[in-house]
Structures are given as structure tokens and as C-alpha cells.
């Protein structure tokens, strides 16, 4: 399995809850995909772990809480049918905890560019956190990923999370004209691309010599 997040250190011992569709860590959070009626595209459940509720609480950007239930949702933004500034204002008016936007070139159409889209849902909003779900690791280096990373932490005012895919989706890859890595080549890429932005996450700074990177 290879999973979707960058895993700081203090994560990777986290238990889980349960085993979840898509599932991936951002932080302290075990993440899974849910259709939401109440809200024009799809949300995303995000289940702080049961072992670690006085650290994730400290770990929360500006404006995080847990909800009773210990469940935040997430609207994940997906297509141009709605001005992505407007959608992330109704749903911070609507009392969503977050907001997101995944990472395609096309689907069955276009899509939206990942970091433009965060970029101008981060200047519409003032509480909800924003994450990448998630950045595609086939499509960017994770050089770039940091970078941007980092910006959108600070123009968001610390309420970025950031959100690192293996990758999937073959025919979308391969009519990019990039290359779709075996299910092994993929895993192997992914865990290289981590110790890499990890590195300059921790340290703003990285050396690194791998069979996919060299930084």
C-alpha cells in the first residue's frame, strides 16, 4: 500500500481507528472520502486519532476545533460548476471545518489547478483550514510540493495542511505524457518524495540521493 500524505515524525506510530476507504494520514488525521447531500460536491471526513487528543489540539490551525462527535468535515472542491472563491466561502459560512481541492489535470473535464485554486480560497476565508487532497506526486516534484507547501502555510496565516498522494490514475497520467510508474516504482517514488519533503518541512533544507531523486 502506498499511502496519501506526507507523515511527519510523531505520526508514523499513530494507531488507527479502523481501516478506511482511501485511507491516508495528514498530520494526526486518518482521512476516508464521503458524499455529502447537503453540499453541491464531495466532503472529506477527517477522524482525529483516539490516542492523541491533547496533541492534535495543539497541533490545529487558527480557527480548528473537535466537534462533539470528533469528526470535521471537509468540503473538497472538484470542478469549475462553482467560482472556487465562492464555494469556500459558503462553505465556511455553512460551518464546515475545512476546505479542499484535489489534484487533476482532467477527468471527464478539466480541472482546476491545485495550488491556484487553495491560493484563492485561502484570500476568501478566515477559519476554515485548507489541504491539498492530494497533491499528486506523479505530476510534481516534491521540491515544488514543499514550496508550495510552505507558501500556502503563510499566505493562509498557518491554516494550511499540507497533502501528498503516490499518484493513480494511469490514463490520465499517460495522456499527460508522463510516465505511470509500476504499483512498486510508485511506492518507491512516494517514500523517497517524503524523506524529501520532510526534510524541507523540518529544515528548510535537503540533501538527498535515491534511485528517483536527487536533490
Known sequence: ??????????????????ALPSMALTGP??????????????????????C???QVSGRRGKGRSVAASGVDIVANYTSW????????????????????????????????????????MAASTERVFLTSSFANNLFRSPVEFAQASLTMQALSDGRFEAGLGAGWLAPEVLQSGLEYPDPKGRARRY?????????????????????????
Open 1 to 18: 500500500w502506498a499511502g496519501n500524505a506526507v507523515l511527519p515524525h510523531w505520526a508514523q506510530r499513530l494507531p488507527m481507528r479502523r
Open 29 to 50: 488525521w486518518v482521512t476516508a472520502s464521503v458524499l455529502m447531500a447537503s453540499f453541491p460536491l464531495c466532503a472529506v471526513a477527517m477522524l482525529p486519532s483516539n
Open 52 to 54: 492523541c487528543a491533547s
Open 81 to 120: 460548476t462553482i467560482d472556487p472563491r465562492e464555494f469556500s466561502r459558503q462553505a465556511e459560512a455553512g460551518g464546515f471545518a475545512g476546505v479542499s481541492c484535489s489534484d487533476h489535470f482532467f477527468r471527464t473535464s478539466a480541472y482546476p489547478h491545485l495550488w491556484v485554486t487553495l491560493a484563492a
Open 191 to 215: 517514500h523517497e518524495a517524503i524523506l524529501i519533503v520532510r526534510d524541507l518541512f523540518e529544515h528548510r533544507t535537503c540533501t538527498f540521493e535515491g534511485e528517483h531523486y536527487n536533490v
